[in-house]
């Protein structure tokens, strides 16, 4: 049995690229794995949620994440901030990580880049919070989307380096959890990149009808194929993406094999793939107004979850803080 990790920031609803890239596999993971989902509401301090939207996010990932199929009796569903052995793995973590490869990391350059004002400390360090979220539960599995590979790469990099620093086989060395598959990249829709809250080019699986036609609509396209058999722009390839994701195999054909021939129109691509998005989510969405009404609910599996997580965390802290040499008096 292996253990299994999914994490997901507290910052904004989930999309379809939260759901295509990690969450979907969820429920069958669970079935045969020892698995913990948990939402990162530390990482999302990086960019200062204020203090009373912190809870609200909090809940509405909980209630999303159960929604889309995750059984509490089954896997452990925590709060990452439960669970206090996190920050202190996070501390020891740090002292093996070396700034000069975190710069090098391709989200921290981006952020340097969008977010010049706020470069701290907490992003610079992301991803060793990312590897002490892994390694608390000495997971072997992650489910990742392909803009969390080098997270992860990083994370097996730390793991790597404890084992070796103190001559032990401690940690594992967590890989990708992908099901025989290419890690997904789910597109957004405004021509370019991934499917990303900041982004704000996404669908929500909290969105509604009305609002999936709307975003759907206003999709970046190009003029339209010009020659036969001609490679789609990067903008309509993201379209067929999204259509293979919802739609079945013969409507994205159909649809592809129009743009070979130059005879696609780019509204009724649109106008079909909205409904599959709200035939897709629409039981979903259903789902998560239900379970985010019922805030009983919510608060014991929360509690039930981050018991699981201590419990499991505190056992690797005690042997960690062992292995590096600290005693009790
Ligand atoms: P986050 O919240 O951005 O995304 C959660 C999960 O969704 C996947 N994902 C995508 N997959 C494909 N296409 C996309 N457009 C797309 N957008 C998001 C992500 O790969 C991820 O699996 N740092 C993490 C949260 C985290 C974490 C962890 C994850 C914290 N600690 C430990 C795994 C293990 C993050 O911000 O994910």
């Known amino acids: 049995m292996e253990t299994v990790l999914s994490g997901i920031r507290s910052t904004g609803n989930l999309h379809l690229g939260n759901y295509f890239g990690a969450v979907r596999n969820f429920v069958k993971m669970q079935e045969n794995n020892h698995c913990f989902f948990f939402i990162a509401d530390y990482h999302s301090l990086t960019t200062y949620p204020a203090p009373e939207d912190l809870h609200n996010s909090v809940r509405t990932v909980l209630s999303e994440y159960l929604a889309c199929g995750i059984d509490p009796e089954k896997s452990a569903i925590f709060v990452q901030s439960d669970v206090r052995e996190i920050p202190e793995l996070y501390l020891l973590l740090n002292m093996n990580a070396y700034v000069g490869e975190l710069e090098r990391t391709t989200s921290f350059k981006d952020k340097i880049r969008t977010q010049p004002d706020n470069v701290n400390a907490g992003l ?3 991803p060793v919070l990312m590897a002490a979220d892994i390694l608390i539960h000495k997971a072997n599995k992650v489910p990742v989307g392909k803009d969390q590979e080098q997270n992860l790469e990083m994370a097996r990099k730390f793991a790597k380096r404890f084992n070796f620093m103190y001559k032990t086989e401690y940690f594992p ?24 809250k900041t982004a704000g080019n996404g669908i929500y699986l909290i969105d509604d009808a009305a609002t999936i036609r709307k975003k759907v609509m206003r999709a970046v396209t190009d003029s339209g ?3 036969e058999n001609q490679t789609p722009t990067e903008p309509i390839q993201n379209l067929f993406t999204l259509l293979k994701l919802v739609s079945s195999t013969d409507t994205s054909d159909f649809f592809e094999n129009q743009y070979k021939n130059c005879s696609i129109r780019y509204g009724d691509l649109k ?5 599959d998005i709200i035939l897709f989510t ?3 969405r259903e789902k998560i ?3 985010n009404a019922d805030k009983e609910y919510l608060r014991k599996t929360a509690r039930v979850g981050a018991e699981k997580a201590r419990e499991s965390a505190s056992k690797t802290l005690e042997d960690v803080r062992r292995i590096i040499g600290f005693k009790t008096f």
């Open 289 to 291: 107004l239900e379970i």
């Open 282 to 284: 629409a039981p979903i």
């Open 173 to 196: 060395e967590p890989m990708p959890y992908n099901f025989g598959e290419e890690l997904v990249k789910v597109p957004g829709l405004d021509g370019t990149g991934k499917m990303g």
């Open 271 to 275: 106008k079909q793939l909205a409904e």
């Open 124 to 126: 610079l360090t992301y």
């Open 225 to 227: 194929p010009t020659v």
